[in-house]
């Protein structure tokens, strides 16, 4: 089950060729004593095993929604119907909804793309993850070009900004695919 918990711009509709974008999980929010939670779930076209529950439509008070006490009631009746619930939110540093979504999930993962991701935003999973802002956090890195690798591992981090071209002046050939990460 992929729930679409990022409501301010739900995706999951396009991700997952989903035709009914005035059902969801927002809605339920808004008014759990009158929805039927899963009648708003939706079997994926991709694998008839994995089920959506879309974002529904954009509320006016996305914040307000997911902090009220009828999200922690949403994932528990997906719990009693489901093996995994994901909870597809918006991206940690826009906005405060995913730090509110975080207190009904067990893990957190933070997706980041090589060649995409900045490096600034490690600096950010390192402070979520040491103020345990978001539980268990773990990354996962997409998007690898096996192709950039060098002696044994892949230092991918792309053109940012200042890292760009590190060492060149010197004459040491670092920069862009050569492995220059910070250390403490």
Do not use: W
């Given at each position: ?16 060729l ?34 959506i ?13 997911v902090?009220?006490?009828?999200l ?15 909870l ?43 103020q345990?802002?978001?539980?268990n ?14 002696y ?20 040491y ?12």
């Amino acid at each position: 089950m992929i729930v679409g918990l990022d409501i301010r711009k739900p995706g999951l509709n396009k991700a997952f060729l989903l035709s009914h974008k005035e059902q969801g999980i927002s809605q339920f929010l808004a008014d759990p004593e009158h929805t039927d939670l899963m009648s708003l779930v939706q079997v994926s076209t991709i694998n008839p095993h994995l089920y959506i529950l879309p974002g529904g439509p954009i509320p006016p008070n996305p914040t307000e929604l997911v902090a009220r006490d009828s999200l922690p009631q949403a994932i528990g009746i997906l719990k009693e119907h489901f093996d995994y619930v994901i909870l597809d939110t918006a991206p940690i540093g826009m906005v405060t909804d995913t730090q509110l979504i975080a207190r009904v999930a067990h893990v957190s993962i933070y997706v980041c793309r090589a060649d995409y991701t900045h490096k600034a935003d490690y600096t950010l999973i390192n402070e979520l993850s040491e103020q345990k802002k978001l539980p268990n956090l773990c990354t996962v890195i997409n998007g690898l070009d096996m192709k950039k690798k060098k002696y044994g591992y892949y230092y991918g981090y792309g053109k940012y900004g200042k890292y760009y071209g590190y060492g060149k002046k010197y004459g040491y050939g670092y920069g862009y695919g050569a492995g220059n990460v910070n250390k403490k």
